[in-house]
């Protein structure tokens, strides 16, 4: 049971990537993109990581691709204005991701060989014991990302405005 | 959870090596700049999930707060190369990624 939701999410997950990549109207392709993000936090439900799954949904779905959108409506953009690389440059294109894919695939062969875990805990990706680890062994990286946070903030609004003086 | 294990972890080394694949070839396919930020956070997605799968299948929770910053880094690069596009879309009127070429000569 659990293998064919993973194989069905796995397969919309990668269709909707591919619709994603290919069709022409980059509107279509904000909405697909979402589309595979849904799968991906499918994936995240069933890998038991709910805390994960939440966040991922709220800041992707949510937030990062509300702002393209965004973006790609006040621009205006659409099927017409969009720019078409030549057909021979996205054969080259193919064969290049494609031996990427092969090479990876490749080299992933039998290379992980991952028996039962020493101890298996199913609470780990709970939120009660992210946010402990969160909070006690990863505190200065939390703390540098909201510094990161406030410098995006303030670079996003300096390189927004319209004639900037300094 | 013990239902889990009955699918193998090799299955989701695939998945997200096909899926940052797809996020690689839409990156040299497309010319409109916001695409291939798009591509850009497939890519990022696609090593989320492996690092998700692998904290699970170690019971090692490090591997999802490494998603957590990853998704913070996604959420910051995304405003600012969002601002930085529509900058360049106000100068050059396109987000077509081939009239950026003025370092070149």
Known sequence: MTLYIFLTLAIVSVITALLMVFSRNPV?????????FFAIAGQYVLLNAQFLAVVHIIVYAGAIMVLFLFVLMMLNLNSETEPQKSTMWKIMAAIAAGSLLL???????????????????????????????????????????????????????????????? | ????????????????????????????????????????????????????????????????????????VAAAEAAVGLGILVMIYRNTKSTDISLLDKLRN
Do not use: W
């Open chain 1, 28 to 36: 279509h392709s904000v909405l697909f993109l979402i589309l595979t």
């Open chain 1, 103 to 166: 090479t990876l695939t490749g080299a992933l062969r039998g290379s992980v060989q991952l028996a039962t875990p020493v101890q298996s805990n199913p609470r780990v990706g709970l939120v009660e014991n992210l946010g402990k680890v969160l909070f006690t062994d990863f505190v200065v990286p939390f703390e540098i990302a909201g510094i990161l946070f406030l410098a995006a903030m303030v670079g996003a609004v300096l390189v927004g405005k319209k004639d900037l003086k300094l």
């Open chain 2, 1 to 72: 959870m013990e239902e889990l294990r009955t699918i193998p972890i090799e299955y989701y080394l695939y998945l997200s090596t096909v899926l940052f694949c797809i996020g690689v070839l839409g990156v040299l396919m497309r010319r409109n700049a916001i695409v291939v930020l798009m591509c850009v956070e497939l890519m990022l997605n696609a090593v989320n999930l492996l690092l998700a799968a692998f904290s699970t299948y170690l019971s090692d929770a490090q591997g999802q707060i490494m998603v957590f910053f990853i998704m913070v």
